[in-house]
């Protein structure tokens, strides 16, 4: 009986080590060459940056508190009293997760090849994290669930797919994309009604999030004219043209206020 047990052990880990011998020649063989883009690519040399911040015109808004009941497991994720991003205001009078991107029509004839780093969207405490992303058409958006709940990420995209996944306490990572343009993307949890997040999906590597300084830079645009489009969630969008010369940087503001923006 002991002899046979020892056998079978022998004989499933020489499966495993067989197993792990043909992946270690799958992964020899020679990849093939990433596809070609078909338009033009930057001229580093002259590409020029726009700069500038997301100004809040209003004072303090009025924060929503987030009653996570429904899930015991939520509320321990929490110590104190849990609030909305949804309009998130920075201590020097900016707003965090604003989308500021460049309206593609200016860029026609380049091309940009999908970045190889995914974006990261964790699920932590019963709240998106980051509150809001962006990503380059089908760049891979990692998704984490770190809680030790069940969430359901379900996108909810006019232009791409509708998708919806469980993901219970230590699921693997979802890797998935977006190949049509859409800002915004918003995407919601079945489980837990107040998650929300948004993703910004754009066909170029110009977009950016504003962080804890309000700020967004956009680097490496041929030079041209621009129109410039900052997102807030609550606000709504604001847009501003600008022109950048070779190697250039101009600074562009925005501001929203609680009745829409003030440019
Ligand atoms: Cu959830």
Not at 23 to 42: C, D, F, I, L, N
Not at 50 to 72: S, T, W
Request: proline letters at 9%.
């Amino acid at each position: 009986m002991l002899l046979r047990k020892l056998l079978t052990g022998t004989t499933v880990l020489c499966l495993v080590i067989l197993v792990g011998c043909s992946r270690g020649e799958e992964a020899a063989q020679p990849q093939p060459p990433p596809a070609r883009p078909e338009g033009k690519s930057v001229d580093s040399a002259t590409a020029a940056t726009i700069q500038g911040r997301v100004l809040y015109q209003d004072g303090q808004p009025r924060r929503n508190r987030i009653r996570m009941a429904a899930d015991a497991v939520c509320v321990q994720q929490h110590q104190g009293p849990v609030y909305s991003q949804e309009v998130a205001l920075n201590d020097n009078g900016t707003l965090r997760y604003v989308f500021v991107y460049v309206k593609g029509q200016a860029l026609a004839g380049y091309s940009f090849p999908t970045p190889t780093e995914p974006v990261v969207l964790d699920q932590r405490g019963c709240l998106y994290t980051p509150h809001v992303i962006g990503a380059q058409t089908n760049q891979e958006i990692k998704i984490l669930n770190s809680d030790p709940t069940t969430h359901n990420i379900h996108p909810v995209p006019q232009n791409n797919r509708e998708w919806n996944t469980s993901m219970p306490p230590n699921a693997n990572p979802l890797v998935r994309s977006f190949p049509r343009e859409e800002v915004m993307i918003p995407v919601k949890c079945n489980v837990h009604p107040w998650m929300k997040t948004y993703v910004g999906v754009v066909s170029h590597p110009f977009f950016t999030v504003t962080g804890e300084e309000g700020t967004f830079e956009i680097s490496g645009l041929p030079p041209g004219d621009y129109t410039i489009v900052a997102w807030q969630e609550k606000f709504g969008t604001v847009e501003q043209t600008v022109t950048v010369g070779a190697s250039e940087t101009k600074v562009v503001d925005f501001s929203f206020t609680p009745g829409g923006s003030t440019d």
